[in-house]
């Protein structure tokens, strides 16, 4: 796997050489509008489906020094420059890694990858129809099987796996009401998602954010 570095606006990282990363700007929108939120000075973040550690990145940096970040990611290559990119820095809050897939009950699961652009892979086992170039075995716990103090902010970008992960982390979610920041991928899945809010009283409101190196446009649910 090649790697090159990009200089975001809070931190460099080390990234593969895939032109979704060329340049500072992947999904700059959301990082703006979360700068923008309230966050206590001890908040535990989640970054599910961390990739290689853009947002986990940025969220050390919300969560500032006293807080705590956990992200989310079960392929090796990822985890290898996640590890990497989250190193702590002064003033910024320490991650702990979690090896494995989020998912509706702990277990095992295929993971559809891609080796030109790994930003597809996902724990969907083919929900797209795209077929992969190869399957890779990995690890799913239900968030519900973790116990946490407390939670402030989940964001959760699984390529089409969201309504299982909420499935199994749905005691969590009403136990802490973090923020949630969710790519939806699918009008059924925004159905599904919408619809679990309504019904215990969440807030949601539609946001949009670009890869300007690709020319696409990701739409998620923000959800408080």
Known sequence: MKVKPIFLPWRQVVVSDEPCFTGAFYEHENMIKLSTQKWPLNGVFLDIGAHQGIYSTFLQLLAGVEGFVYAFEPHPENLSLLAMNVV???????????????????????????????????????????????????????????????IDFIKMDVEHWEWEVFCGGLQTILEHRPKILVEIHGEKTNKQITSLCDVYKFSYEDWEATIPAINQINRFLFIT
């Not at 892979?121 to 519900?144: A, F, M, N, R």
Request: proline share 10%; hydrophobic share 40%; aromatic share 6%.
């Open 88 to 150: 702590p820095l002064e003033g910024r809050a320490p991650v702990a890694i979690m090896p494995f897939a989020l998912g509706r009950a702990d277990g095992t699961g295929q993971m559809g990858c891609w080796r030109d652009h790994m930003a597809a892979s996902g724990v969907h086992q083919l929900i797209t129809g795209d077929i992969p170039e190869y399957l890779l075995p990995v690890k799913i716990k239900c968030l519900d099987s973790i116990k946490f103090p407390r």
